[in-house]
């Protein structure tokens, strides 16, 4: 009869409970990696989604500067320029259907069932062009409205005026924060719904470009309305903690301050980054050496212009 070893014990603790448990070590060790991982996965996950976005944008643009290429193909070469008081050369006053969204519907409601809280005033809805047309340009030439809203827009503004841009008395407009989303019918085509913004004044094909010149592209979340796209006014650029006058995307739009996507008079679509101003439009250093500037050929091309969102 053999004696039975009887084992000695150790130090309380010192085996795990159950023989298949963790010890508290090891358990904190196990946390701690998976605390690394998922700090160095994010990112990258963040930028592969931000990247995807980025190319549902890119391929908007380029479908919205497809119905433009339709339309100007049966408008002697013109790309949309809504009629407005005056003669056809005069593009100032393309904002006054409620900007790039008057391209698409005239009857913008947007988000609210009454006009103007905080949609659209009521002259945006039921609006006629001067020339009494009362069809969308665009309209027949786009299929779904969905391509106007960028996926990585989250947030744009509602400006209202008290009075007129221009005029003696004016005062500075009123700003409401909205929230954008895919426009579906035609009322909710309204321009903080409208990603995008629109160069209008350009023919397909000009003797006096060297470049394709830019049609449609992400928009700021400031008046892009002429002279002051871009944060050109200096409130906007402030209010948005960029550089006045930049001529630049800031943190909050589209795609941040990389920059913006922007479909060309050719067709083609590419992402533009730095000073879209200074690529396409101002002499910032008395002389235009960028092949992309309107106006390295013609100095007073950019004054037949106005930019809309």
Request: negative net charge.
């Amino acid at each position: 009869m053999t004696r039975r070893q009887i084992p000695r014990a150790g130090p309380v603790g010192s085996e795990r409970s159950g023989g298949g448990g963790f010890t508290l070590i090891e358990l904190l060790v196990v946390i701690a990696i998976i605390a690394l991982l998922v700090g160095i996965l994010l990112p990258a996950l963040a930028s592969a989604r931000e990247n995807a976005k980025r190319t549902i944008c890119a391929q908007n643009t380029r479908q919205t500067g497809l119905s433009m290429t339709m339309y100007a193909n049966e408008y002697r070469d013109w790309n949309p320029v809504m009629k407005t008081p005056g003669s056809n050369t005069t593009f100032g006053l393309q904002y006054m259907y409620g900007g790039a969204a008057g391209l698409f519907s005239l009857n913008q409601l947007g988000n609210s069932t009454t006009p103007g809280v905080p949609g659209p005033q009521p002259g945006y809805v039921g609006l006629i062009y001067v020339n009494q047309n009362d069809t969308p340009l665009l309209s027949p030439y786009i299929d779904g409205f969905g391509v106007l809203n960028c996926p990585s827009d989250k947030r744009d503004l509602w400006w209202t005026y008290t009075t007129p841009p221009g005029s003696r008395n004016y005062l500075p407009p009123i700003s409401t924060a909205m929230t954008p989303k895919k426009p579906g019918p035609l009322e909710e085509v309204v321009s903080y719904n409208i990603s995008y913004l629109y160069i209008a004044g350009f023919k397909t094909d000009e003797a006096s470009l060297i470049a394709p010149a830019p049609l449609w592209g992400d928009e700021t979340n400031a008046k892009d309305i002429g002279e002051f796209s871009w944060y050109g006014d200096d409130s906007d650029a402030l209010a948005a903690g960029v550089r006045i006058n930049s001529g630049r995307y800031a943190k909050d739009d589209n795609h941040g301050s990389d920059g913006a996507n922007f479909t060309f008079t050719d067709g083609h679509a590419a992402f533009v980054k730095g000073s879209a101003a200074a690529s396409f439009f101002t002499d910032l250093d008395g002389e235009a050496t960028n092949p992309q500037n309107v106006n390295i050929i013609d100095p007073t091309r950019s004054s037949r212009l106005q930019t809309i969102d």
